[in-house]
């Protein structure tokens, strides 16, 4: 299983970048996609999913409207829009992906897989 994400960077705060997640070595259309950050000195955190069922989106709070994730499954790619960043949103960010196998309200079985980073710095 492999998560490798790339398109991190320096950036000027108010610009834009976008990640990217390739995904290989699993069922990459059963598994919800997520990107995740973790900033120096701070806990990692949820930046946003996009499920495997309907592809629908979740996002943090602090990144509604200004963030966008989607993803290919032709591809086995994730992606995440990032725009108008601040300096605050300098951290790592992570590709994950997760699957939990449950029959009815037991759950049985959970494959959570992580990428190993993609370092974003936003400064003037």
């Known amino acids: 299983v492999q998560l490798v994400e790339s398109g991190g960077g320096l950036v000027q705060p108010g610009g834009s970048l976008r990640l990217s997640c390739a995904a290989s070595g699993f069922t990459f259309k059963n598994y919800d996609m997520s990107w995740y950050r973790q900033a120096p000195g701070k806990e990692r955190e949820l930046v946003a999913t996009i499920t495997s069922v309907d592809g629908s989106t979740h996002y943090a709070d602090s990144m509604k409207g200004r963030f966008t994730i989607s993803r290919d499954n032709a591809k086995n790619m994730v992606y995440l829009q990032m725009s108008s960043l601040k300096p605050e949103d300098t951290a790592v960010y992570y590709c994950?992906?997760?699957?939990?196998?449950?029959?009815?309200?037991?759950?049985?079985?959970?494959?959570?897989?992580w990428g190993q980073g993609t370092q974003v710095t936003v400064s003037s």
């Open positions: 994950n992906a997760l699957r939990v196998d449950c029959a009815g309200h037991v759950c049985y079985d959970k494959y959570d897989y």
